[in-house]
Nanobody, 124 residues
Framework: QVKLVESGGGLVQAGGSLRLSCAASGGTFKTWPLGWFRQAPGEEREFVATTRWAGGYTYAASYADSLEGRFTISRDSAENSVDLQMNSLKPEDTAIYYC??????????????WGQGTQVTVSA
């Protein structure tokens, strides 16, 4: 059974940085899409970034346009993990961040497996 476990959330001031990590277990993940979504209070879950297998040991990344280049997603196929480096954080980045796998691009409804989420709070 696939299990996704996030870590690295917390409280940070605006302009600061955080790095989230997601460890995957219980399956074979080399060719499996892995990405991040977030959900703010009262809002729908939204796409942040994702990775898809591009052959060999390389992955292609895609991002939500609204991030303006502040976030970077990285994938470690040997460790079955995906990280999200978040820089220049803004209060509007406050949300629960979820690791998700098995889906297609930015389409939240296509992802089959989800972590429990990690809270990110950005203070003004």
């Amino acid at each position: 059974q696939v299990k996704l476990v996030e870590s690295g959330g917390g409280l940070v001031q605006a302009g600061g940085s955080l790095r989230l990590s997601c460890a995957a277990s219980g399956g074979t993940f080399k060719t499996w899409p892995l990405g991040w979504f977030r959900q703010a209070p009262g809002e729908e879950r939204e796409f942040v970034a994702t990775t898809r297998w591009a052959g060999g040991y390389t992955y292609a990344a895609s991002y939500a346009d609204s991030l303006e280049g502040r976030f970077t997603i990285s994938r470690d196929s040997a460790e079955n993990s995906v990280d999200l480096q978040m820089n220049s954080l803004k209060p509007e980045d406050t949300a629960i961040y979820y690791c998700a796998g098995g889906g297609l691009g930015s389409s939240v409804d296509t992802y089959t497996d989800w972590g429990q989420g990690t809270q990110v709070t950005v203070s003004a």
